[in-house]
């Protein structure tokens, strides 16, 4: 069982064997040679395919095709496999609450016209997915990256995201393993949608694949450095309990409830008291959801409090490489490590790597 070998999959295999097959109908089924390419639609919603070879099908699409997603870091994954194929527009805007986010009715034009529609799923952006299926095409693809990627039974649920509200964690993207799933499901998807490009994608998720590799592998030795007994999260907003889970960390609690307002003065008296009982070394909150209720956290058990993860918000300005899901890996595991008392000195040396220039839609 050593860190570097057991934590990560190799490439292409889903970690534990997870299947990812389609639980909607929108997944597309693999096509072996073009022979029987039948655009996007095909079996979507139980609609009978049109299987008409029809003028508008494939030849108008490729030339220009254009991908919506949500939130930046799929955004940024699904432009590291796509590269410069097709035009990607995110939606959701960097520093807002993407759990709350209501897109305005202006981002119908964009769904409608999209060919392909990724987001995280898992019950994130429904109003984002309300209004896709409302406006998009009947020959698009909607893909839900997360709940293609873990099946029901692997869903997290806590404080943050409880049971009984039917919203399991969402956050896979930030565990290296499943946004590397989160990629390869693009791929699949673009190469059907887009077979002239499928060489590119594939090429494309490959180099992808071995800079997410170097990712890993300067996380696990950055997080070896942290002493075992350190090696626990209290978050704010629970982000990283899929990621926790993989790497070794105990998410020992999150703070922020699930309606997103702030914890009730009960629940931070309890949380104060599991602190100091469980000497926590640090609290870290998010830039994105900044919270008195930590600075008080803080003050009152002497722990160190960092406010400067990213839930979702890259580093850097659109354009910039750090401003990419591999940037913002590095950045948030530097920050954790350095917080929990070990040596960031690998993820540092970590040149952000990934395809070519980003030249996604980052709306700001
Ligand atoms: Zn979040």
């Not at 050593?2 to 597309?28: E, N």
């Not at 039948?38 to 030339?63: F, H, I, N, Q, Y």
Request: proline share 8%.
């Amino acid at each position: 069982m050593t860190p570097t070998a057991s934590a990560f999959p190799s490439p292409r295999t889903p970690r534990r064997g997870r299947r990812r097959t389609p639980r909607r109908g929108r997944r597309l089924v693999a096509v072996g040679v073009a022979a029987s390419f039948v655009l996007a639609a095909c079996g979507d919603d139980d609609e009978p395919a049109d299987a008409e070879p029809s003028e508008s099908s494939d030849a108008g699409k490729s030339s220009a095709l254009l991908i919506a997603t949500t939130v930046a870091p799929i955004t940024s994954i699904a432009s590291n496999v796509i590269g410069g194929r097709a035009e990607i527009v995110g939606i959701v805007p960097e520093g807002t609450n993407s759990h709350t986010f209501e897109p305005q009715p202006s981002v119908a034009e964009l769904l409608s016209d999209a060919d392909v529609i990724f987001i995280n799923g898992l019950v994130l952006e429904e109003p984002t997915k309300e209004l896709a299926l409302a406006n998009m095409a009947d020959d698009s693809v909607l893909v839900e990256l997360g709940d293609e990627t873990i099946d029901p039974d692997e869903y997290k649920y806590d404080f943050s995201f409880p049971e009984d509200e039917g919203k399991p964690n969402p956050h896979l993207w930030t565990d290296p393993s499943l946004a590397l799933a989160y990629a390869e499901i693009v791929r699949d998807t673009m190469s059907e949608v887009d077979p002239d490009g499928a060489d590119e994608y594939a090429a494309n998720y490959d180099e992808f694949t071995a800079c997410v590799i170097e990712l890993d592998e300067a996380m696990q030795a950055a997080f070896a450095t942290i002493p075992s007994e350190n090696k626990r999260l209290l978050t704010y907003h629970d982000a990283y309990a899929y990621f926790a889970e993989n790497y070794g960390f105990e998410v020992v609690g999150a703070i922020q409830p699930a309606d997103f307002g702030e914890p009730s003065p009960q629940e931070v008296a309890d949380l104060i008291d599991q602190i100091e009982a469980e000497g926590v070394p640090a609290i870290f909150g998010s830039e994105v959801f900044p919270s008195p209720v930590l600075d008080q956290i803080a003050a009152e058990t002497g722990g160190t409090y960092v406010d400067t993860l990213r839930d979702d918000d890259l580093p850097g300005a659109p354009g910039d490489a750090e401003h990419s899901w591999v940037g913002l890996m590095r950045a948030n595991y530097i920050t954790m490590t350095a917080a929990l008392g070990g040596d960031p000195a690998t993820l540092e040396e970590f040149e952000v790597c990934g395809v070519g220039t980003d030249g996604a839609g980052y709306p700001q």
